[in-house]
DNA sequence: TATGAATGAGCCTTCATTCAT
DNA sequence: AATGAATGAAGGCTCATTCAT
C-alpha cells in the first residue's frame, strides 16, 4: 500500500506544483496572457499533463482561488473559535485577512486585483462562496462588536464593506505597488497600523 | 506652408480618432479582446494604417493611458488652482481620484494594479510618470491641510501613503469586484461617502 | 486600372487553388482528416492566408460544393433551353449528370458521397438549395416523357428519386472503384450505356 | 490446460466485448468521432488496456468491418446453401446486400466508398477481401438467373457489374443522403422495390 | 493482464506585424 | 498616406500511443 501512497503523494504534489506556476503567471501576465504551454513550460511538464489534473484552464484558475481561500477561510475559522474579547476578534481577523494576502500575493490578486473574464464565471461560484464566507467573518466580528458597546458605528452594513475596501487597499498595494510609484513608502508594519487606526477611529471606537 | 499645417492637422486628427477608437474597444472589452483590426474596422481604415500612428499595439495601448491621465491630471491642477479652502481642495481631489478611476477602469488598473514592475514594458515608462504626478498632487494637498491645521495628522508622510492606499482600495473595488465577491453591496455613493469620513476621521480632522 | 484587374485576378486564382486542393484533400482523407494546415501546405501557402478566403473551414467545404453545383445547374439548365424532344432532353440531362461527376470526381465525392458531417449543416443550406435544384432538372425532364408518353411510368416521383440513385451508382463506382474490388470491369461506355438502358426499359419507354 | 483455455476464453471475451462497444460508438458518431479513450469508458477499462488487444486503431477499425463483413457473407451463403429457385434466391441475396449496408452504414462506407485505394491501410487488405467475397456472391446468382433462363440478359459480366452499381447506388443514398438534399423522399421500402423492378425489367426477367 | 501517467503531434483559429504597391 | 495580402507565432484543447509498474 506504501506503493499507492507514495503515487497519491506524487500526483498531489504536481497539483500543486501546477497551481503555483500557474498563479504566479497569472498574476504577472493576466489570464490572457497566460498560455497552457507557458505554464507547463514553467514546471517542464507537457502542455497537456495539465489537462490530466484540470479540466481546462478556466478551472485552473478556479482551482488556485478555490485553494488560497479554503486556506483563509480555516484561519478565520480558527480565530472565531478561539473565544477573543470583541475588538481582539476583529483586529485579529483583520490582520489575518491582510497576512494572508501578503503571504499569498498571487493568489490574493488572482483573486481580488484581476478581473476575473466573464468566461470563467461559471467555474467561479464555488470560488465566490469561498470569497463570501470570508467576508461574511468580517461583518460578523463587526457586528459583534457593535452589540458590545465598542463601536459606536450605525450602519455596520455599509461599514463591513468600507472596511473590507480598506484593508483590501492596504494589502494590494504593500502586494504590488509598495515603492513603486515613487511615494516615499514607510515601513510596512508603520502603514498597516495607521489603517487600522484609521478605521477604528471610523467605527467610533469606544475607549 | 498652409499645405503642410494642414497635413499635419490632418495627421494628428487620424491619430485621435484612433485613439478614441481604441480606447471605447478596451473599455467595453478589456485590453485583451481588444485586436488591431478591430480597432481598424471601428474606424473604417486598414489596420497595417495604425502602424503610420503607433509604432505597436504597446504604443497604441500607452497612448490611450497617457491620454486618460493627462486629463486626470488636468483635472487635479484646475482643483489645485482653485484656491479653494484646503480641506475641500483635499475632498474635491479625492473625489477627482475616485472618479477618474470609476470611469477609465481599464487605464486605471493598467497604471495601479499592473503586471510586476520589470514587466512593465519599456513604452509605459511615461504613462507611470503620469501616474505619480496624480499621486504627488494628493500628497500635496495633505500637507497643505495640516499646515492649515486642519488635519492634525502627526506624520503626514505615512497619512499620505495610507489615504492613498485606502483611495485605491475604494476604487479598485467599485470597479473590479462591486458586487461580485456575493456581499451584500451598498449603494456606491454611501460607500465613497464612508470611506472618506473614515479617512477624515483618521487625520483627525479639526472641526 | 490594369493594376486592379491582376490583383482581382490574381486573388481569384488562389481561391480556386484552394478550392481544388482542398476538394482533393477532403475526398481522399474525409472531412475530418484534412487539416487548414494540409491544404495550406499543398497550395505552399501559410495556413492563415486560406482564413483570408474562406471564413472557416465549413465554409470551404461549402464553398467547394457550391462552386461544383453552380456549374452543374447552369448545365442543366443550357441543356433545358435547347427545347429538344422530351426523350432526348431526359437522355442529355442525365448524360450530363454523369459526366459532371466524372468530370469533378472530388467535388462530386463531396457531396453526394461524403456523409456532409453534421457541424456543417448551417453552411450548407445554400449547397443543398444548388443540389436540389439539379434534381429538379431530373425530376422535370421525366414528367415531360410521361406527359408526352414516352414513359408510362406511374409514379414519377418515386422514378425521379429512384433514377437518381441508380446514377449516382453509375456515378460514383465508376469515380471510385472502377475494378478495384476485383470484379471484371467493362468498359466505362458500356456500363453507362447498359445502366441507361435498365432505367428506360424500368420506366417503360414506348418505342 | 483448463486454466489456459478459460484465459484463452476470457481474452477472447474482451476482445470481442471493446468491438462491439466500439462498433456502436461507431454507428452512433461516425468513425472519426471516436476515440480510443471514449471505447475505453464505454466498456470501463482503461484506454491503454485495448492496445493489449488490438494493435492502433485503424486495427481496431478493421477489426470492426471484418466482423461486419463476415457476418454479411455468413449471410449470402446460407441464402446461397438454401437452393431457392434462382430469381428467388437472386432478389433475396440483393436485399440482403442492401439491409447490410443500411445496417452497417460506416463500415458498408469504409470498404465500399473508400479514400482512393493507396490510402487505404495495410490493415483493411483483409476486409477488402471480405467485401470482395460478397460481389462475387451476386455475380454468381445472376449468373445461375442466365442459365436457367430467368433472365435473357446477353452480357452477364457487364450486368453483374451494372447491377451492383445500382444496389450501390441505391444503398448509399439512403445511407448518407436520404433527404438530406431536399429531395421529396419517397418511402424505402417503395423506391427499393422499384429499383429493384427497375433491375428485373432490365435483366429481361422471363415471366 | 491491466493501468495511470505522460507525452508529442496535431487541430482550428486569431492576431500582431511586415511589405510591396 | 494608405492598403491588401500574407505570414509566423501562439493559444486552447484532443488524441493515439508509450511505458513503467
Not at 87 to 101: D, N, P, S, T, W
Not at 130 to 151: K, N, T
Amino acid at each position: 500500500m506504501g506503493i499507492a501512497e507514495r503515487r497519491a503523494r506524487e500526483k498531489d504534489e504536481l497539483r500543486q506544483k501546477i497551481l503555483s506556476a500557474a498563479s504566479e503567471l497569472f498574476v504577472e501576465n493576466g489570464f490572457d496572457n497566460v498560455s497552457m504551454r507557458k505554464v507547463a513550460d514553467k514546471i517542464e511538464y507537457a502542455a497537456s499533463t495539465i489537462y490530466l489534473y484540470f479540466k481546462n484552464k478556466n478551472e485552473l484558475v478556479a482551482g488556485i482561488c478555490a485553494d488560497a481561500f479554503g486556506a483563509l477561510n480555516d484561519r478565520l475559522e480558527e480565530i472565531e473559535g478561539q473565544q477573543l474579547p470583541p475588538l481582539e476578534a476583529f483586529l485579529a481577523g483583520v490582520r489575518c485577512y491582510i497576512e494572508f494576502g501578503l503571504e499569498h500575493p498571487h493568489q490574493y490578486r488572482l483573486v481580488f486585483s484581476n478581473p476575473v473574464p466573464e468566461q470563467v464565471a461559471e467555474e467561479f461560484r464555488e470560488v465566490n462562496t469561498l470569497g463570501l464566507q470570508a467576508l461574511e467573518h468580517l461583518a460578523r466580528s463587526i457586528e459583534r462588536c457593535r452589540q458590545a458597546g465598542v463601536f459606536t458605528t450605525t450602519d455596520p452594513e455599509v461599514d463591513a464593506y468600507v472596511i473590507w475596501m480598506i484593508l483590501h487597499g492596504v494589502t494590494s498595494v504593500i502586494i504590488s505597488d509598495h515603492g513603486r510609484h515613487g511615494m516615499p513608502c514607510p515601513s510596512q508594519e508603520a502603514i498597516i497600523d495607521r489603517a487600522l487606526e484609521m478605521v477604528l477611529h471610523g467605527c467610533g471606537l469606544t475607549r
